[in-house]
């Protein structure tokens, strides 16, 4: 865990921490490297196998971006210790973090599993409101700098809050609070690079 790291917490109208710097650059450039490999080829999956969020009623909210599941890739856990990025993402959940804050939500926090899901927004991707099926979303953004895209904005519209998406930040939120992700544009000649907005989630709850 950076070090350097600073986090900012809003209590209303839901409990919402921004952490900058969580990781450290060596940290980062890990996770991003492997965030590259998974990304390349056709590693990726469409949107119906990727775990997509549903209502109740069990209807798959709609988005439009490719994703992995990590920990079914490393889904033996003989081999997990060849994930930089579940090595490393732990830091999220850092209880010393979370326990210092004036939250009775994080304070309060309690969670014995967790997944971690790897999505790419290129040209015209989206995610529309949904909520996830866990206790706590973690969403931390990486991309090649400069960036080259427009949009990918994280929107609570419930709220009419929008976080715009600013690399090495991580957003820490109950994950029954409504969310969306809004239409990434690249100019042509960035597009099939991989140089859109990668995301990291990781949801968290009680089995």
């Known amino acids: 865990m950076n070090k350097n790291l600073i986090t900012d917490l809003k209590t209303e109208p839901f409990p919402l921490l921004t952490i900058t710097n969580l990781f450290s650059e060596e940290e980062r450039a890990l996770i991003f490297n492997e965030i590259k490999f998974l990304g390349k080829g ?54 010393g973090i979370m326990q210092n804050l004036d939250s009775w939500f994080f304070k309060n926090l309690e969670v014995n599993f967790d997944g971690t899901i790897v999505s790419y927004y290129g040209e015209g991707s989206y995610y ?13 953004w990486f ?40 239409e990434t544009h690249l100019d042509k000649e960035h597009r099939g690079m991989g140089r859109g907005r990668y995301v990291m989630a990781q949801l968290a709850g009680i089995h």
């Open 143 to 182: 991309y090649e700098e400069p960036k080259y895209f427009t949009g990918g904005d994280l929107v609570f519209p419930d709220y009419n809050i929008t976080i715009p998406t600013s690399l090495n930040t991580t957003i820490m939120f109950p994950s029954c609070i409504k969310h969306e992700v809004t």
């Open 42 to 95: 056709d590693k990726l999956l469409p949107p119906a196998k990727t775990g997509s969020a549903c209502n109740e009623e069990g209807t798959v909210y709609e988005k439009n971006t490719k994703g992995v599941s990590v920990d079914q890739v490393y889904s033996d856990p003989e081999y997990r210790r060849f994930s930089d990025i579940l090595n490393i993402n732990r830091n999220v959940f850092d209880r």
């Open 128 to 140: 529309k409101p949904h909520k996830d099926n866990a206790s706590l979303t973690a969403l931390s």
